[in-house]
């Protein structure tokens, strides 16, 4: 195997796909990156048998061939290399050369035969979705999602496809978000999967602002093609909750706030927080909003900020970061919070969007 190629296209595709190699592995070769040339490109690979990312490039190649190099050694090489051409080739006893105008690296690498497989799906559905609409859809949706592995179920997002309409869910217990969009899907029967937080994650440092991303459906696996980039993730398995039963009717009476205003009332009140004392006061007038957070041996804060609501005066605790997380990803200008009871979830809706936040207590 040999190619030539230039330092700055193998140092894009190293970071396309390092990013899922932990340093804890129980195979060795799963801390390493499959190299293939052929047919005039160069395709990287790396994998933890729950994720799977390739990338390729068009190379000069001098000899087809595949080796696999330690991702991480690889990487550290090519980061300091000079800007400028690489030739890198492989001698039959696996040792790797990389080669510059002045310098030259010799690393030792592990045959292909060892390294696992991706999964190929050929002749499978798929659904095209734009990118930015993609990201968006995770965006809103992906701070929801549980990072307590006991609950592995909901560590992930789940997909609804049905009627032309794809809607991502994403809960942790205590918030629930909801997006639906409506595409032409071409699939006439319905799906649902729930795809893995950390596949969510690659997916949100990989998506452009422009361009489609094909979904294609596997047994227990799915793939996301962007194009030169493709990610392959395992499904979880397992029932994701009845969300459609845990969502509150729209109410009449709503909150209005200035988001902006409310997201940085909010992050002020939450400096004060601790793992103990979370929570967060908000007494709710007619024309005002009351932000006030306590956290004895820490100190007090209140704050006010004007408001638009008709309903009745209330008092209701809530953890200031579910509602940050939420606030900071949105674009409108007014939110309209729905509050009805301190013993009942605040509401956020938005166009095709929902948010729904469980209180605490004071």
């Given amino acids: 195997m040999k190619f030539q190629t230039t330092r700055e296209t193998l140092f894009n595709g190293i970071q396309i796909v390092h990013n899922i190699v932990g340093t804890k592995v129980n195979l060795p070769i799963l801390s390493n990156m499959l190299l293939e040339a052929g047919n005039g490109k160069l395709k990287m690979i790396t994998t933890d048998l729950d994720v ?25 090489i090519i980061h300091e290399l000079p800007d400028g051409n690489v030739t890198l080739s492989v001698k039959k006893n696996n040792m790797v050369t990389i080669q510059t105008e002045n310098c030259e690296f010799k690393i030792s690498g592990l045959p292909k035969d060892e390294f696992p497989k991706l999964p190929e799906f050929k002749d499978k559905e798929a659904i095209k979705i734009r990118q930015p609409l993609l990201k968006e859809m995770f965006i809103k949706t992906s701070f929801a999602a549980s990072k307590d592995e006991t609950r592995y179920v909901l560590n992930g997002i789940l997909f609804e496809v049905e009627n032309n309409k794809i809607s991502l869910v994403a809960t942790d217990g205590r918030r629930l978000a909801i997006i639906e969009k409506n ?5 006439n029967r319905q799906i649902s999967m729930i795809v893995p937080i950390k596949t969510i994650n690659e997916l949100n440092r990989n998506l452009k602002d422009e361009g489609d991303v094909l979904i294609v459906l596997g047994e227990n696996q799915v793939l996301f093609d962007l194009g030169p980039v493709h990610i392959i993730s395992r499904l979880i398995e397992g029932q994701f909750p009845s969300y459609k039963q845990v969502v509150p009717q729209e109410q009449k009476d709503k909150i209005k706030l200035n988001r902006e205003k409310f997201l940085l009332v909010l992050k002020r009140a939450a400096i004060l927080s601790t793992q103990d004392y979370q929570v967060a006061k908000l007494e709710v007038f007619k024309n005002k909003l009351v932000v006030s957070k306590s956290t004895p041996d ?24 579910y509602l940050i997380d939420v606030l900071k990803n949105l674009q409108e200008i007014v939110v309209n919070f729905e509050v009805t009871d301190p013993e009942k979830p605040g509401v956020i809706r938005a166009d095709g969007y929902l948010y729904v936040v469980l209180p605490m207590r004071l």
């Avoid at 799977?52 to 550290?76: A, L, M, Q, W």
């Avoid at 704050?303 to 200031?320: A, M, Q, R, T, W």
Wanted: with cysteine; aromatic share 8%; net charge negative.
């Fill in 52 to 76: 799977g990312i390739s990338c390729e490039y068009p190379v000069e190649i001098v000899e087809n061939g595949s080796i696999t190099v330690h991702t991480k050694r690889f990487s550290d």
């Fill in 298 to 321: 820490i100190g007090e804060s209140r704050e006010e900020l004007s408001s638009e609501y008709s309903g009745k005066e209330l008092i209701v605790g809530f953890n200031p970061a």
């Fill in 183 to 187: 595409i032409n899907t071409g699939i």
